[in-house]
């Protein structure tokens, strides 16, 4: 067998606008109009022929073209790009869902796709029921799933509702056992989408975990997402979708930083040309926000070991304050990891002079968690208390944890809870085979 | 931290590989499909327990929430069959082949309930499956067929109150009866015929949700259900064995009551226009199944 498990080649899908998107005859004519407007103008953006079908009134929609690209077996693959780029698409045509207007895809080895959990789930029917009718919607054999239905059941957490139909299930029990049958699918070549953005926070650790095993399994996985940690800790290497076309292929790192580049309009940089309308007041106006490395690039993702720079460009009018530069960093999950104030013995407790300042705060390699830090910035006086401008989620940016087995995760390839990932200085004694010497009284005391 | 972890943290590697073109033999491959697509029957019968799943589910869905359940399998074709008598069989006085006519109606409307029911529940059942269509692969003939099947449990209770009828009006059945099972498959034949037109016409014109209670009403008129196919005489007798429900109700009185000849030549052309029928809209539907997930 061939080490490759999927070839794409030249891989196209046409839609015609309209058709698609409102199925209903008499309606779709109407709304044909409306839809098609901002599609010609993608269209005449991508240089796409916009009356291939020669009625000229109802332009064709590429959401996908020119696609190549060749997984191999045992190959975990993230796909992302923004709402629209062509990842469902993609998904659809991998899965044979949908088939392509133009080019060829070739699978070698039994696919299962997961574009979302519980499919053909019947509100009637009893917990035990659905596992049976989604397990067989989803490829599972009789046998296959009866040996694995004990196993389903636990990983659900709903043995005491198994005969009860699931409409008087909650959204998290439905949701579980959803997942679950989806989770024990054994196929050679698994393809996922964004299943992962339903449920709560500890589901969906459950199911990232989960989706882990399956590419330690050597089995080969798509898998898209708009979670970046999950994709550059899953995936060592992505595809970045813009458009319908593949625009970057490579290291998951890489991939996501050219994706926060482009696609959030560069959230690494901040700038106010005007004076006027810059946050601030008659004192003090931001004029910048950067996140950058130590050499002084603009970056939008960094490496776990880097420390991340952020500069605040701020331009005094009034001299004669105190000015205290500060910064809020927040992690995905909302919650406050930091605030931080300028120190800087230069400025502390100092008049400021007019003109412009720009205060670096240095967040250390090896101290922040994997995951997005949206950073808010804010200057401040103190006595007495005004806040000049306090300026939310300014910029943002990445922290890509590599595994190389240098960071505090060391080879641990799992998840890893906690908002601050520091590497900590171990101390390591050793003692001969007598066992554990036994703790002296004094030694206990500090 | 098992061993094996260590595959994981090995350093990425995002070479393309150009270096080996190792010829591969593919288990499948996807490719746009110009014109008429082979029907692959063989992979129908791979998804054999899918079907099994969607009928049953069918099935068991079917009556839930229902305050007389099941009981509405028989009460169809009974009230049916209750007024056809009243009016056909004491008013208007049809002839009944020498029958007493409850019998006569109610052998016939027996496989019309079943084929009607098939026909609506085949002709929506893309539009009702519309999210297994748009997530998940396999032959979507699959939906289609298991709607129709699940028409054949209706057809047996209602079956057993035939058998109470018959034994009612002292009816024995002949040898004839063993054709029986035949004539049930060419319903269901009929019935998918026309359904797998429907359904899948229906995913893009939603038209053939009102057409099709319309169509079964002036169907059932065309269909010698109140009357006996002998009232019609002449060449029109060949026409009329055009329908291909008229083959199946002839040959259920046939086999059950055993008082008329089978009229051979009209089940044959009933038989034939069914077996077109069902051929062409295999393949249509193979056809227009592309679209499906994209249209439905």
């Given at each position: 067998?061939?080490?490759?498990?999927i070839?794409?080649?030249?891989?196209?899908?046409?839609y015609?606008?309209?058709?698609?998107a409102q199925?209903?005859?008499t309606?779709?004519?109407?709304?044909?109009?409306?839809?098609?407007?901002?599609a010609?103008?993608v269209?005449?953006?991508?240089?796409?022929s916009?009356?291939?079908?020669?009625n000229g009134?109802?332009?064709?929609?590429w959401?996908?073209?020119?696609?190549?690209?060749?997984v191999?077996?045992?190959?975990?693959l993230?796909?992302?790009?923004?709402?629209?780029?062509?990842?469902s698409?993609?998904?659809?045509l991998?899965?044979?869902?949908?088939?392509?207007?133009?080019?060829?895809?070739?699978?070698?080895?039994?696919?299962?796709?997961?574009?979302?959990?519980?499919t053909?789930?019947h509100?009637e029917?009893t917990?035990?029921?659905?596992?049976?009718?989604?397990?067989?919607?989803?490829?599972?054999?009789?046998?296959d799933?009866l040996?694995?239905?004990d196993?389903?059941?636990?990983?659900?957490?709903?043995?005491?509702?198994i005969?009860?139909?699931?409409?008087?299930y909650?959204?998290?029990?439905?949701?579980?056992?959803?997942?679950?049958?989806?989770?024990?699918?054994?196929?050679?070549?698994?393809?996922?989408?964004?299943?992962l953005?339903?449920g709560?926070?500890?589901?969906?650790?459950?199911?990232?975990n989960?989706?882990?095993?399956?590419?330690r399994?050597?089995?080969?996985?798509?898998?898209?997402?708009?979670s970046?940690?999950?994709i550059?800790?899953?995936?060592?290497?992505?595809?970045?979708l813009r458009y319908?076309?593949?625009?970057v292929?490579?290291?998951?790192?890489r991939?996501?930083d050219?994706?926060?580049?482009?696609?959030?309009?560069?959230?690494?940089?901040?700038?106010?040309a005007e004076?006027?309308?810059?946050?601030?007041?008659?004192?003090?106006?931001l004029?910048?926000?950067?996140?950058?490395?130590m050499?002084?690039?603009?970056?939008?993702?960094?490496?776990?070991?880097?420390?991340?720079g952020?500069?605040?460009?701020?331009?005094v009018?009034?001299?004669?304050?105190?000015?205290?530069p500060?910064?809020h960093?927040?992690?995905?999950?909302?919650?406050c990891?930091f605030?931080?104030?300028?120190?800087d013995?230069?400025w502390?407790?100092?008049?400021?002079p007019?003109?412009?300042?720009?205060?670096t705060?240095?967040?250390?390699?090896?101290?922040?968690?994997?995951?997005?830090?949206?950073?808010?910035?804010?200057?401040?006086?103190?006595?007495?208390v005004?806040?000049?401008?306090?300026?939310r989620?300014?910029v943002?940016?990445?922290?890509?944890?590599k595994?190389?087995?240098?960071?505090?995760?060391?080879?641990?390839?799992?998840?890893?809870?906690?908002?601050?990932?520091?590497?900590?200085?171990?101390?390591?004694?050793?003692y001969?085979?007598?066992?554990?010497?036994?703790?002296?009284?004094?030694e206990l005391a500090? | 931290?098992?061993?094996?972890?260590?595959?994981?943290?090995?350093?990425?590697?995002?070479e393309?590989?150009?270096a080996?073109?190792?010829?591969t033999?593919?288990?499948?491959?996807i490719?746009?499909?110009l014109?008429?697509?082979?029907l692959?029957?063989?992979?129908?019968?791979?998804?054999?327990?899918?079907?099994?799943?969607?009928?049953?589910?069918?099935?068991?869905?079917?009556?839930?929430?229902?305050?007389?359940?099941?009981?509405?399998?028989v009460?169809?074709?009974?009230?049916?069959?209750?007024?056809?008598?009243?009016?056909?069989g004491?008013?208007?006085?049809?002839?009944?082949?020498?029958?007493?006519?409850?019998?006569?109606?109610y052998?016939?409307?027996?496989?019309?309930?079943?084929?009607?029911?098939?026909?609506?529940?085949?002709?929506?059942?893309?539009?009702?499956n519309?999210?297994?269509?748009?997530?998940?692969?396999?032959?979507?003939?699959?939906?289609p067929?298991?709607?129709?099947?699940?028409?054949?449990?209706?057809?047996?209770?209602?079956?057993?109150?035939l058998?109470g009828?018959?034994?009612?009006?002292?009816?024995?059945?002949?040898?004839?009866?063993?054709?029986?099972?035949l004539?049930?498959?060419l319903?269901?034949?009929?019935?998918?015929?026309?359904?797998?037109?429907?359904?899948?016409?229906n995913?893009?014109?939603?038209?053939?949700?009102?057409?099709?209670p319309?169509?079964t009403?002036?169907w059932?008129?065309?269909?010698?259900?109140?009357?006996?196919?002998?009232?019609i005489?002449?060449?029109?007798?060949?026409?009329?064995?055009?329908n291909?429900m008229s083959?199946?109700?002839?040959?259920?009185?046939?086999?059950?009551?055993?008082?008329t000849?089978?009229?051979?030549?009209a089940?044959a052309?009933?038989?034939?226009?069914?077996?077109?029928?069902?051929?062409?809209?295999?393949?249509?539907?193979?056809?227009?199944?592309?679209?499906?997930?994209?249209v439905?």
């Amino acid at each position: 067998m061939s080490d490759v498990a999927i070839r794409v080649e030249g891989l196209g899908k046409k839609y015609r606008l309209g058709a698609n998107a409102q199925p209903y005859q008499t309606l779709r004519e109407s709304l044909t109009g409306a839809a098609a407007a901002p599609a010609r103008a993608v269209s005449r953006v991508l240089g796409r022929s916009a009356s291939a079908n020669g009625n000229g009134h109802r332009p064709d929609f590429w959401a996908l073209r020119d696609v190549g690209f060749e997984v191999k077996h045992g190959e975990v693959l993230g796909i992302i790009g923004r709402n629209g780029a062509g990842k469902s698409t993609l998904l659809k045509l991998l899965s044979q869902i949908t088939e392509p207007t133009e080019g060829r895809i070739s699978i070698n080895g039994r696919v299962a796709s997961l574009l979302e959990v519980g499919t053909g789930f019947h509100p009637e029917l009893t917990g035990r029921e659905n596992v049976f009718l989604n397990g067989a919607i989803l490829g599972m054999s009789r046998a296959d799933i009866l040996r694995q239905f004990d196993e389903i059941v636990a990983f659900a957490e709903v043995e005491q509702f198994i005969d009860t139909p699931v409409k008087h299930y909650s959204s998290g029990m439905y949701l579980r056992l959803a997942f679950s049958v989806a989770a024990h699918l054994e196929p050679e070549i698994l393809v996922v989408d964004e299943v992962l953005a339903v449920g709560d926070a500890s589901f969906q650790k459950k199911c990232l975990n989960k989706m882990e095993d399956v590419g330690r399994q050597g089995r080969t996985v798509l898998f898209v997402s708009h979670s970046m940690p999950a994709i550059t800790r899953l995936c060592r290497r992505s595809l970045l979708l813009r458009y319908g076309h593949v625009v970057v292929d490579g290291p998951s790192e890489r991939v996501v930083d050219s994706y926060l580049r482009s696609e959030h309009g560069s959230t690494a940089v901040r700038t106010w040309a005007e004076r006027d309308g810059a946050p601030g007041n008659d004192t003090v106006r931001l004029r910048a926000v950067r996140v950058r490395t130590m050499d002084g690039t603009i970056a939008n993702a960094f490496d776990i070991r880097q420390p991340v720079g952020i500069d605040i460009e701020f331009e005094v009018l009034q001299p004669g304050r105190v000015l205290v530069p500060n910064i809020h960093a927040f992690n995905d999950d909302g919650i406050c990891v930091f605030i931080a104030s300028d120190h800087d013995p230069a400025w502390r407790r100092r008049p400021r002079p007019a003109g412009r300042f720009v205060s670096t705060a240095w967040i250390p390699g090896n101290f922040l968690a994997e995951g997005s830090l949206v950073t808010s910035v804010a200057v401040s006086t103190m006595d007495p208390v005004i806040v000049h401008f306090f300026e939310r989620d300014v910029v943002a940016f990445q922290i890509v944890d590599k595994l190389d087995g240098d960071s505090a995760r060391g080879d641990y390839a799992g998840p890893m809870p906690g908002a601050v990932r520091p590497l900590l200085q171990w101390t390591t004694e050793h003692y001969s085979n007598e066992g554990p010497r036994p703790l002296v009284a004094e030694e206990l005391a500090f | 931290m098992a061993p094996d972890t260590s595959a994981v943290a090995l350093p990425a590697q995002p070479e393309r590989s150009a270096a080996e073109p190792a010829p591969t033999t593919f288990t499948t491959v996807i490719e746009p499909r110009l014109g008429w697509a082979p029907l692959r029957l063989g992979e129908l019968w791979r998804y054999r327990e899918l079907l099994y799943f969607l009928t049953w589910r069918d099935v068991k869905v079917r009556y839930k929430q229902t305050v007389l359940g099941a009981a509405w399998a028989v009460l169809q074709p009974l009230l049916t069959m209750v007024i056809f008598t009243v009016i056909f069989g004491h008013f208007a006085k049809i002839p009944s082949d020498g029958v007493p006519y409850p019998v006569f109606s109610y052998t016939a409307l027996l496989p019309w309930t079943f084929f009607a029911y098939a026909l609506g529940q085949a002709s929506n059942s893309l539009v009702g499956n519309a999210n297994l269509i748009s997530k998940v692969y396999f032959p979507r003939l699959v939906i289609p067929i298991a709607a129709s099947l699940a028409g054949l449990l209706d057809f047996a209770i209602a079956f057993v109150v035939l058998l109470g009828m018959l034994a009612f009006y002292r009816l024995a059945p002949t040898p004839a009866v063993l054709a029986l099972p035949l004539f049930l498959l060419l319903a269901l034949a009929a019935a998918l015929a026309v359904g797998i037109w429907l359904s899948a016409l229906n995913v893009q014109y939603r038209d053939v949700r009102y057409v099709v209670p319309f169509l079964t009403q002036v169907w059932l008129y065309a269909t010698p259900v109140a009357y006996p196919s002998s009232l019609i005489h002449g060449p029109l007798h060949l026409v009329f064995a055009l329908n291909p429900m008229s083959g199946v109700v002839e040959g259920f009185r046939w086999a059950l009551l055993g008082k008329t000849a089978l009229d051979f030549p009209a089940l044959a052309i009933s038989s034939s226009v069914t077996v077109l029928a069902l051929v062409g809209g295999l393949f249509y539907f193979r056809r227009m199944e592309q679209q499906f997930a994209d249209v439905v």
